[in-house]
């Protein structure tokens, strides 16, 4: 660089606290300010070195925005679950407020509507007739005061209510 002996000379890069680019030592740069400019561009071991500084300066601001991207999509992440969470509670609860609607309506129909229940009309004298006949199955003309009481239950009860 001068004339005379060349010195080997030593540049050391020092990170920043925050992980951004390096920088070069105060002992760097005051013997960078002894050389002239053209000099520096023309020496390969600065361009090296600056390529160098250049290069892991990137790669720790390439590092710190894949960080950010990571945090920013898992945030997302974290905001479209608790989302969806809370849309699954919403259907859970409408759900259980339509099947409850659902058997409350169910229920009331079936009480609207129910199928009467059939009781035998005049049931006392038709069993005894039966009974009769069961008993008299060859001499069935004995059963007449039975057949005969029960045939007039029956005539009344159609007269009570309409067919």
Known sequence: MGAG????????FEKQPDGGVFVL????LEQLS???????????KVKKLMHKAYTEGMRHENERMERMK?????????????????LKQEAEVEKKVTEEEFNKAAEEFGQKFKEPINVGVCQ?????????????????LICSKEVQAFSKCVDSYKLV???
Do not use: G
């Open 5 to 12: 002996q060349s010195q080997e000379q030593r540049v050391t």
């Open 25 to 28: 030592s105060q002992k760097a």
């Open 34 to 44: 002894n050389t002239s400019a053209q000099d520096l561009a023309q020496n390969d």
């Open 70 to 86: 990571f945090q920013e999509i898992s945030e997302l992440n974290a905001n479209w679950q608790e989302e969806v969470d809370k």
């Open 124 to 140: 006392d004298l038709q069993d005894a007739l039966v009974e009769c006949l069961s008993k008299n199955n060859s001499k069935p």
């Open 161 to 163: 209510i309409p067919l």
